[in-house]
C-alpha cells in the first residue's frame, strides 16, 4: 500500500509512471473518453483548511474514473471526537483512499500511520506533493525535457517550495530560491534533499535577479501560507522585494514560464501584468491538478490502465 506524504515517497520511475498513466489519461480526456479505471472505489477528503483546486480536482478525478468520493466535513470529528488512531484505522475499512490537508504534518503522518489504504497529502504546513506533480508534468507539456532546466522560485520557502525542490531534484531540473535571509530552507531539509537527490542543483539567494537568470520557470507563491495570518505585515516588510514584475521576468529566458499554484495576491508576490500576461501558465497548471491526480489515484490504486 503506497502513501504519498512527501515527495520522499516517490522515486524518479514511480513519478515517470504517474506522468505516463497522466498523459494517456488527458488525451483520452480531450477526445471525450473518461475512462473508468476506479469503479466502486472510494476516496475521503478530509480538509481541515479552505481548498478550491485541491479538492474539486480530487473529487472530479475519482468521478471521471467510475469511483466515489465523500467530502468529510467537520461533523466527523477528525482531531476532535476520537485519536487519530481510531479514526485512521475506521475509516480505512470505508474507503480505498483518504486526501487529507491538515494544518500540521504531523498530523497527516500519524494518520497514515494507522491507516491501511493510502493516505495522500493535500496541503500541509510542510508539503504540497501533488501540487508540485502537477507543476512539473505542466513545464514538461509547454518545455519538453526537464533534464538540466531551471526552476527559480521567487519568495518563501513554504510547503509548495519543498515539494518542488525535491521533485526538481528527482527530475534532474536546477532549483534556486530567491528569498530573504529568514525565509529559506533550514539545514535538516537541505540535509534531506543531499541524501535523496545528491546531483541536485540547489541554490538559495536573496538576489532575485541572479536566481532568475536563465531559468525556464519563475514560480511563486503568497507571501503568506494559510495559518500564518498573524505573520502577514512582517511577510509584507520581508519580501517587499521580491515580487514577480515584467522587469524581473525579463532576466529569465526568453521563453520562461510564470507559475503560481494559486489562489494569488496581485500586486504582492507578482503582479497582474505577468499572471495575466502571455508568459502566464497559471490555469494550465490549475487544470493539470485535475489530470495528474487521476494519474497518482489510477497508479496509487493499481488500476489496469
Ligand atoms: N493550489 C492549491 O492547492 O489550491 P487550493 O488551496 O485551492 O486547493
Ligand atoms: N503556501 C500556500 C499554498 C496554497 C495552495 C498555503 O499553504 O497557504
Keep these: 500500500m503506497q502513501n504519498l506524504l512527501t515527495l520522499s515517497d516517490l522515486t524518479a520511475k514511480d513519478i515517470e509512471s504517474v506522468f505516463a498513466v497522466t498523459k494517456d489519461l488527458k488525451t483520452k480526456y480531450r477526445d471525450g473518453l473518461r475512462e473508468p479505471l476506479l469503479p466502486g472505489r472510494v476516496m475521503a477528503l478530509l480538509f481541515e483548511k479552505q481548498s478550491l483546486r485541491t479538492r474539486v480536482s480530487f473529487e472530479t478525478a475519482m468521478i471521471n474514473l467510475g469511483g466515489g468520493s465523500l467530502f468529510l466535513g467537520r461533523d466527523v470529528g477528525w482531531g476532535e471526537r476520537e485519536s487519530i488512531a481510531d479514526f485512521g ?6 474507503c480505498d483512499v483518504i ?16 491507516c491501511s489504504c493510502s ?16 507543476d ?20 518563501d520557502a513554504n510547503n509548495v517550495a519543498r515539494s518542488l525542490a525535491l521533485a526538481c531534484g528527482k527530475l ?23 541524501k535523496e537527490c545528491p546531483d541536485a542543483g540547489i541554490e538559495q539567494t536573496a538576489d532575485a535577479e541572479a536566481a532568475v537568470r536563465d531559468a525556464s520557470a519563475v514560480y511563486t507563491d503568497v507571501w503568506t501560507s494559510m ?9 509584507e ?23 503560481h499554484c494559486l489562489p494569488a495576491r496581485r500586486g504582492e ?4 501584468d505577468v499572471i495575466d500576461g502571455p508568459q502566464s501558465a497559471v490555469i494550465q497548471q490549475a487544470g493539470n491538478r485535475l489530470h495528474l491526480q487521476k494519474g497518482l489515484l489510477a497508479w496509487l490504486l493499481g488500476a489496469k490502465t
Design 89 to 94: 484505522q475506521v475509516l480505512s475499512e470505508y
Design 99 to 114: 486526501v487529507c490537508r491538515t494544518n500540521s504534518h504531523e498530523k497527516v503522518v500519524e494518520l497514515a500511520r494507522h
Design 119 to 134: 493516505v495522500v497529502n493535500g496541503l500541509t504546513d510542510l508539503a504540497h506533493p501533488c501540487q508540485a506533480l502537477a
Design 136 to 155: 512539473l508534468y505542466t513545464l514538461r507539456e509547454i518545455h519538453g525535457d526537464l533534464q538540466g532546466l531551471k526552476l527559480a522560485f521567487v519568495g
Design 172 to 194: 534532474g531540473l536546477r532549483f534556486t530560491l530567491a528569498s530573504p535571509p529568514g525565509y529559506r530552507f533550514d539545514q535538516a531539509f537541505l540535509d534531506l534533499l543531499a
Design 227 to 235: 495559518g500564518q495570518e498573524e505573520e502577514r505585515a512582517e511577510r
Design 237 to 259: 516588510r520581508a519580501f517587499r522585494s521580491f515580487r514577480v514584475d515584467a522587469p524581473l521576468m525579463s532576466a529569465a529566458r526568453p521563453d520562461a514560464s510564470f507559475l
Design 269 to 272: 508576490e507578482v503582479v497582474a
